[in-house]
């Protein structure tokens, strides 16, 4: 299959290029770079020049592939105040209204991303697959699902892939702020008895899962890309201040806002997941390391 990928150079989209080319599928990869278009060409795929905001660059990758993975998001608004958050969640519901009004009426599969953490709506339960999702009025990241739902309307053939903390040796989804937040103010925290609890799951695992949604194109599905339904924040603060010798301590709420900004809306949360149904029906069964074995081996004093 000729696969339009956007994202296609992030930390995820680089592995899936490499998980498709690897099964004999071919690769047309989004980027608005040099570096991008390099680093794409080096791993064997083709080049599709545009970005998210280029919006007619997504629709003529679409035009041109037999199948879509939709990575690409914005991630700006972490590096600051989360002030853009809302604005880049609308830019990703119209990459995907763009991208399904290409796809329409055809077979052609679109798999969209997503997170776990919308389908938490049963307090203290593993978000399932089939649970109903949060809105975006109060999580904004819902507005790509909601894209999804009002493309399969018109006729597309989308799934999608709902992400937990995705991580190896070098990055680990949100938990990389909590270790930058730690390293520079000497201190690695967690809220309360710290045992609220994250999805994760290793990179590899997360690329095998996109390539099986390509694959077997079932339209409507919702898949959770989750190894581990949870592992407590406590157990990641310890490894973080074992990591960067620093001490490990509890705050309470009002503290952990100021200590991780933007970042207290997420580590206070108690957000387990399962990937039972995405198990069964894609025969998908994670082997990668665990979040915790990652998080001790990582280089701490890498800037």
Sequence with gaps: MRVFVTGATGFIGS???????????????????????????????????????DLESLRSGAAAAEGVIHLAFKHDAFNSDFSKFVANCETDRQAIEAIGSVLAGSDRPFV????????????????????????SSVIPRAASEEAAASVAVRGVNVSVVRLPQV????????????????????????????????????????????????????????????????????DIAEV?????KIPVVSMSPEEAAAHFGWLALFVGRDAPASSAQTQKRLGWHPTGPGMIADLERMNYFES
């Design 112 to 135: 969209v991303t997503s997170g776990t953490g919308l389908a938490n709506t049963v307090p203290g339960q593993p978000a399932r697959e089939d649970n109903p999702i949060i809105n």
């Design 167 to 234: 991580h190896d040796q070098v990055k680990q989804g949100l938990i990389t702020y909590a270790v930058a937040l730690a390293r520079e103010k000497g201190v690695s925290p967690y809220v309360g008895d710290g045992l609220n609890r994250w999805p994760a799951a290793h990179v590899l695992d997360t690329t095998h899962l996109y390539r099986l949604a390509l694959e077997k194109q079932y339209s409507g599905a919702k898949y959770h890309a989750v190894a581990e339904e949870g592992v407590p924040l406590r």
């Design 15 to 53: 592995v899936v290029v490499n998980e498709l080319l690897k099964t004999g599928h071919q690769v047309l990869g989004l980027t608005r770079s040099d570096a991008g278009a390099k680093s794409l060409a080096t791993a064997g795929a083709e080049v599709h020049r545009g970005s998210l905001e």
């Design 240 to 244: 973080i201040g074992k990591g960067l």
